[in-house]
């Protein structure tokens, strides 16, 4: 249940790659007319650079480390949909620092959908691995416990994009600060 020391004015969206956080995303900022953000196009647009180069060249920590001070400078947003990468939730402040401000939905599918969805797209760098598949189990497995933080966790294996989104909105509109 949502805490009172919270001030819910955004979105935020967490959960495995491949889950469908950006379509989700686009579409709730849609519905809700609020700003749309992905934290990894952030990080892009700030260093000028791909997450692929930013994992290569300077390695998963330094990232991490990118992906923490995005984090922090959203807390003064307002009215935004905040789709998020895998990985950022499993940094304890990054899931409080968001739960100030924004309802956190965690979309979940099984690692079998994942692989379905990531197979054909080569631009994340934690599956350029001999057995992705495996790897993806294991990143979900060790990553559940940091989702099921979420205020709300949506599978999204049988749903639609419109589905899960409605989902979300109607979960803000119960949950925010600002009711109307
Ligand atoms: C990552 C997920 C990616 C991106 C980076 C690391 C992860 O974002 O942040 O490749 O650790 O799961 P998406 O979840 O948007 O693919």
Known sequence: ???????????????????????????????????????????????GRTITEIFKTDGEPAFRALEQKVVQELAGRKRTVISTGGGLPANPDNLASLKAHALVACLWASPEKIWERVRHQGHRPLLHDADPQAKIRELLAAREPFYKQADVLLNTDLRSVREVAQQVVHQFRLESSGRR
Request: proline content about 0%; overall charge negative; glycine content about 8%.
């Open 1 to 47: 249940m949502v805490n009172n020391d919270r001030h819910i004015v955004n979105v935020a969206l967490i959960g495995f790659m491949g889950t469908g956080k950006t379509s989700v995303g686009r579409l709730v900022a849609d519905l809700l007319h609020f700003d749309y953000l992905d934290t990894d196009e952030t990080i892009q647009t700030h260093t």
